[in-house]
């Protein structure tokens, strides 16, 4: 019966396979005139955060210059979580949606990345190095580039920008000699300064990334960090952590009894005089703050001795993207040198490009040096050292377990 019942399933299974339309083949950027011509008139769904004004703009106008110099056309379909574009792309492959998907471009990176690679959500092979502009990535010496999350990237997500954690403080009120140098200098700080620090609440992708910092800095064997979590041990794995945190939260604003919003929630009480010091994923966060009049100007930033947690964030094309060459086109467009050298403007967003300064041209090259990265902007010698990201397993584990232990807070 069982041996019936297989060959059954077996035949219904091939019966299926022959039914199903053949999928067309995915275009391939290293014929890249042919992705040109098949991009033209195609509409790209490029789904993204939609939550930062300067960054709607940015991508407004890379669709302006898509529109104007390939025919294609961009259309921002703006996320406020990236895993909704992800959910959606799932659920068209259980419905066996495996051509002309909502989805064509993705911004993404860690957890979101390593879901949709372990279900087969994105289209393969290796077309990421494909890219004209990949020549120009700094693949070389950025490990984050190649690796997301300590993820292998595969050649299925195409770099965009950087990330460094930095942190923030007000020169009038905390002195350059007095800022903390590591996690455990904050923590002192800290309790000298009590009601002067805070974090957002995770799951906040800032709070998050606080948590990863110290979770980074305090545990015992760093090198569980590039797996997936062992549930046997993280009870003791993240015992340095939670320790770290008890002893922090009677120190924070507000007694630990509630927590800053998010990023610009933390940036306003530094303008207000609330906290002296905070933090952001962008280095030129705080120029940024300052020009837009949201900050003083003596504001600057600082990382850690021993490094903070670096990374980089990338686009992606799901398998059943219909606007695959026009994604192509667009991801491509995002490494030119051009549009790179305007994202790291501070004026416009001031993110981190993901290029080699030595492999550019003199004209793209003077283009870069030209920028005023700002007053509060550190020089990239001066970031310190970059802190591998946890595996995306360990982020869900310290969220959880963090709202077990503090949750009631609000």
């Given at each position: 019966?069982?041996?019936?019942?297989?060959?059954?399933?077996?035949?219904?299974?091939?019966?299926?396979?022959?039914?199903?339309?053949?999928?067309?083949a995915?275009?391939?950027?290293?014929?890249?005139?042919?992705?040109?011509?098949?991009?033209?008139?195609?509409?790209?769904?490029?789904?993204?955060?939609?939550?930062?004004?300067?960054?709607?703009?940015?991508?407004?106008?890379?669709?302006?210059a898509?529109?104007?110099?390939?025919?294609?056309?961009?259309?921002?379909?703006?996320?406020?979580?990236?895993?909704?574009?992800?959910?959606?792309?799932?659920?068209?492959?259980?419905?066996?949606?495996?051509e002309?998907?909502?989805?064509?471009?993705?911004?993404?990176?860690?957890?979101?990345?390593?879901?949709?690679?372990?279900?087969?959500?994105?289209?393969?092979?290796?077309?990421?190095?494909?890219?004209?502009?990949?020549?120009?990535?700094?693949?070389?010496?950025?490990?984050?580039?190649?690796?997301?999350?300590t993820?292998?990237?595969?050649?299925?997500?195409?770099?965009?920008?950087?990330?460094k954690?930095?942190?923030?403080?007000?020169?009038?009120?905390?002195?350059?000699?007095?800022?903390?140098?590591?996690?455990?200098?904050?923590?002192?700080?800290?309790?000298?300064?009590?009601?002067?620090?805070?974090?957002?609440?995770?799951?906040d992708?800032?709070?998050?990334?606080?948590?990863?910092?110290?979770?980074?800095?305090?545990?015992?064997?760093?090198?569980?960090?590039?797996q997936?979590?062992?549930?046997?041990?993280?009870?003791?794995?993240?015992?340095?952590?939670?320790?770290y945190?008890?002893?922090?939260?009677?120190?924070?604003?507000?007694?630990?009894?509630?927590?800053p919003?998010?990023?610009?929630?933390?940036?306003?009480?530094?303008?207000?005089?609330?906290?002296?010091?905070?933090?952001?994923?962008?280095?030129?966060?705080?120029?940024?703050?300052?020009?837009?009049?949201?900050?003083?100007d003596?504001?600057?930033?600082?990382?850690?001795?021993?490094?903070?947690?670096?990374?980089?964030?990338?686009?992606?094309?799901?398998?059943?993207?219909?606007?695959?060459?026009?994604?192509?086109?667009?991801?491509?467009?995002?490494?030119?040198?051009?549009?790179?050298?305007?994202?790291?403007?501070?004026?416009?967003?001031?993110?981190?490009?993901?290029?080699?300064?030595?492999?550019?041209?003199?004209?793209?090259?003077?283009?870069?040096?030209?920028?005023?990265?700002?007053?509060?902007?550190?020089?990239?010698?001066?970031?310190?050292?970059?802190?591998?990201?946890?595996?995306?397993?360990?982020?869900?584990?310290?969220?959880?377990?963090?709202?077990?232990?503090?949750?009631?807070?609000?």
């Amino acid at each position: 019966m069982i041996k019936i019942s297989t060959l059954f399933a077996g035949a219904l299974t091939a019966a299926l396979a022959l039914s199903q339309p053949a999928r067309s083949a995915d275009p391939d950027p290293r014929n890249w005139d042919a992705v040109l011509e098949e991009a033209r008139g195609q509409t790209v769904y490029f789904n993204a955060w939609g939550g930062s004004e300067n960054i709607n703009s940015y991508i407004d106008w890379a669709g302006s210059a898509l529109k104007e110099r390939y025919g294609v056309n961009v259309v921002h379909v703006k996320l406020d979580d990236t895993a909704n574009a992800v959910a959606k792309v799932l659920a068209e492959k259980a419905a066996g949606k495996n051509e002309g998907g909502s989805v064509d471009l993705i911004w993404i990176n860690g957890e979101n990345f390593a879901s949709m690679k372990r279900q087969q959500l994105l289209m393969s092979p290796d077309w990421t190095t494909g890219l004209p502009n990949w020549a120009y990535v700094d693949h070389e010496n950025k490990p984050t580039i190649l690796t997301d999350f300590t993820i292998p990237t595969d050649g299925l997500e195409s770099p965009w920008g950087g990330a460094k954690l930095v942190f923030f403080h007000d020169t009038a009120r905390t002195p350059a000699d007095n800022v903390p140098q590591s996690s455990a200098d904050l923590l002192k700080w800290a309790k000298a300064n009590p009601g002067r620090f805070s974090y957002p609440q995770p799951p906040d992708f800032i709070g998050s990334s606080f948590l990863k910092q110290v979770l980074s800095e305090v545990i015992i064997d760093k090198s569980k960090l590039s797996q997936p979590v062992d549930d046997a041990s993280f009870a003791e794995d993240v015992a340095p952590l939670f320790a770290y945190l008890d002893q922090l939260h009677p120190n924070l604003w507000r007694g630990g009894k509630a927590y800053p919003q998010n990023y610009p929630d933390m940036k306003q009480k530094l303008a207000d005089g609330e906290l002296d010091i905070i933090f952001a994923f962008n280095p030129s966060e705080a120029s940024a703050g300052i020009a837009a009049g949201e900050l003083p100007d003596t504001v600057r930033s600082f990382t850690y001795a021993g490094g903070t947690l670096g990374n980089t964030h990338f686009v992606a094309i799901p398998y059943n993207a219909a606007a695959k060459a026009g994604a192509l086109v667009l991801a491509n467009f995002l490494i030119s040198p051009e549009a790179q050298a305007r994202k790291q403007d501070p004026s416009i967003w001031g993110d981190p490009t993901v290029l080699s300064m030595d492999k550019l041209s003199d004209e793209d090259r003077a283009a870069f040096d030209a920028l005023d990265l700002g007053i509060a902007t550190l020089k990239p010698d001066e970031l310190g050292p970059a802190l591998d990201e946890p595996h995306p397993d360990w982020m869900e584990h310290i969220e959880g377990e963090w709202v077990r232990r503090y949750g009631a807070a609000n």
